[in-house]
């Protein structure tokens, strides 16, 4: 069974990473779940996770919120530079930054790996792993735009939540499920998120 690590980061749009871990669950894969201290709280206000204790009862807690089997998610704290995915030994099958804040994008531009998520994202592309970037702001500045212009050289794969309307979707959800849908398929993990373009009708 494939490992996928989920890092939700401190910017609005936690759902996106709520929604991506239920989503490789359904799809048979594994969680590597990471969340920042300021995730916790955007998970609290905009989702309605209550993140608390250790690794293990995190990955309850969320496993429970997202009807899937516990023993499908790891969860480890984002200080943990002890935890399995810092270190390039441990085979992940990708990694997806979801929602990524300006902050995190930043680090990982510049190789700077000073908690687990930025140290994860850095191992990921000196491996030559996949790495998925959903970068959550608006407007974008010039040092936001060469810092995805850096991770892009590096091999990063950029997926902005940018809705589509052809399907004239009717709730917040669908819209999630978009981008949750793109992500997954370029994951490469079938989901039946979307309806899929066919041709104009």
């Not at 209550?50 to 690794?55: I, V």
């Not at 060469?146 to 399907?167: K, M």
């Amino acid at each position: 069974m494939e490992q996928f690590i989920v890092a939700i980061t401190g910017a609005s749009g936690a759902v996106y990473g709520a929604r991506l871990i239920e989503a490789i669950v359904a799809a048979g894969g594994e969680v590597a779940c990471v969340v920042s201290g300021a995730a916790r709280e955007i998970l609290r206000d905009e989702v309605g996770w209550e993140l608390s204790g250790d690794g293990a009862s995190r990955a309850a807690q969320i496993a429970a919120a997202c009807g899937v089997a516990p023993e499908r998610i790891t969860c480890y704290r984002n200080r943990d530079g002890y935890a399995p995915i810092a270190s390039g030994s441990h085979r992940w099958r990708a990694m997806v930054v979801a929602p990524c804040s300006m902050a995190s994008l930043a680090a990982i531009a510049h190789g700077m790996a000073d908690n687990l998520i930025r140290r994860a994202a850095d191992v990921t592309l000196k491996e030559g792993r996949q790495l998925i970037l959903v970068p959550r702001e608006s407007p974008l500045s010039l040092i936001h735009l060469e810092n995805l212009t850096s991770v892009a050289r590096a091999g990063a794969q950029i997926i902005p939540p940018i809705p589509h309307f052809y399907t004239h979707p009717e709730t917040v959800e669908q819209v999630v499920a978009q981008t949750v849908g793109r992500i997954m398929d370029h994951l490469g993990l079938d989901h039946d998120l979307v309806v899929r373009w066919s041709g104009k009708r």
